[in-house]
């Protein structure tokens, strides 16, 4: 049970540093990974001019079960939503946001995702 929650961990780790990495060779700025308010968290906090993205990353080793970005449900969207808030106003943003998932499966090869402005 124990190696299965460290295999969990792993592969969603192993997919986050894939998203930061591909966010910057599209030239992104990261400007804050793991953002924690309460209950929620965000993965990724991007920044691109005037536009800060947040980011959730969906990690799964292959696409047998399904998409990764599947698993992003109403109740997720809302912890995000209340996280992006707290850090909108942490830093004072007066500028334009956007909320994008990642979907990211470790098959071979690799898929990456991206979906702008996923939340409407």
């Known amino acids: 049970m124990a190696s299965q929650i460290n295999a969990h961990i792993l592969t969603g780790q192993t997919g986050e540093n894939r998203a930061a990495a591909y966010l910057l060779q599209q ?5 804050r990974r793991n953002f924690r308010h309460r ?33 992003v ?6 912890m995000i939503l ?9 830093i004072d943003w007066q500028h334009d946001i956007r909320f994008d998932i990642i979907a990211i499966t470790l098959n ?13």
């Open 82 to 90: 209340n996280a992006a808030q707290a850090f909108i106003y942490k």
């Open 73 to 78: 449900n109403y109740r997720k969207e809302e």
């Open 27 to 31: 030239g992104y700025t990261i400007v």
């Open 39 to 71: 209950r929620a968290e965000v993965d990724i906090i991007a920044q691109k001019e005037n536009l800060l993205i947040f980011v959730e990353v969906k990690t799964r080793s292959t696409d047998r079960y399904g998409y990764p970005e599947e698993a």
């Open 108 to 120: 071979t090869p690799v898929t990456i995702h991206h979906i702008e402005d996923a939340f409407h």
